[in-house]
């Protein structure tokens, strides 16, 4: 199974990024995905969940209207649109394969938001 974020890096307050998430050794259209981000200091916490098909989406408070998440079941890969990006939006971004009874965890990618 492996599971890989990419597209972190630095950024400016106001700026975008667009993280992707590969996946492969698993059912990836069976599987709900989220993404999570942990800034230093503090615990993980979920930015967007999206269900096996797509149809479904949740945001934390915090980045909605700013974030979106999709998915594309043809190319095992989920995405995270960040639009206007804010200096507390810093942290490892990972992605989350979730199907009940089981999950995979990515790596992480460092998204860096400063001027």
């Known amino acids: 199974v492996q599971v890989v974020e990419s597209g972190g890096g630095l950024v400016q307050p106001g700026g975008s990024l667009r993280l992707s998430c590969a996946t492969s050794?698993?059912?990836?259209?069976?599987?709900?995905m989220s993404w999570h981000r942990q800034a230093p200091g503090k615990e993980r916490e979920m930015v967007a969940h999206?269900?096996?098909?797509?149809?479904?989406?949740m945001y934390a408070d915090s980045v909605k209207g700013r974030f979106t998440i999709s998915r594309d079941n043809r190319k095992n890969t989920v995405y995270l649109q960040m639009n206007n990006l804010k200096a507390e939006d810093t942290a490892v971004y990972y992605c989350?394969?979730?199907?009940?009874?089981?999950?995979?965890w990515g790596q992480g990618t460092q998204v860096t938001v400063s001027s």
């Open positions: 050794g698993f059912t990836f259209s069976n599987y709900a």
């Open positions: 999206i269900i096996n098909t797509g149809s479904r989406t």
């Open positions: 989350f394969a979730r199907l009940t009874g089981t999950g995979y």
